[in-house]
Nanobody, 123 residues
């Protein structure tokens, strides 16, 4: 599975961005998917996850109520809608495909990663 993330950019605090992740093959529909982020000098952290059929989602506490993960299996796409962005959301965002069909916040369970897209939020 190859993953291509896009949609990053620079916004002011309170603004919105929608990240997209395109997967390269149809078997993506059997995998749980996730978004992670990595700020400068920090480790890559979990942001959100969605199960194979979009029946379950999981979020990092600090993004609950602001971010929404979704997927369209017919298009091999995963999305992350980010609203009310804050400067602390600034990071490179990565989409990833999990080994399992369920949601997961564990980075070790993801075995395919996209190249990352930069999100910069200014105050």
């Amino acid at each position: 599975v190859q993953l291509q993330a896009s949609g990053g950019g620079s916004v002011q605090a309170g603004g919105s961005l929608r990240l997209s992740c395109a997967a390269s093959r149809r078997t993506f529909s059997n995998n749980g998917m996730g978004w992670f982020r990595q700020a400068p000098g920090e480790e890559r952290d979990f942001v959100a996850s969605i199960s194979w059929n979009a029946g379950s989602t999981l979020y990092k506490d600090s993004v609950k109520g602001r971010f929404t993960i979704s997927r369209d299996n017919s298009k091999n796409m995963v999305y992350l809608q980010m609203n009310n962005l804050k400067p602390e959301d600034t990071a490179v965002y990565y989409c990833a495909a999990a080994r399992t069909a369920a949601v997961s916040g564990q980075k070790a369970l993801y075995n395919y990663w996209g190249q990352g897209t930069l999100v910069t939020v200014s105050s």
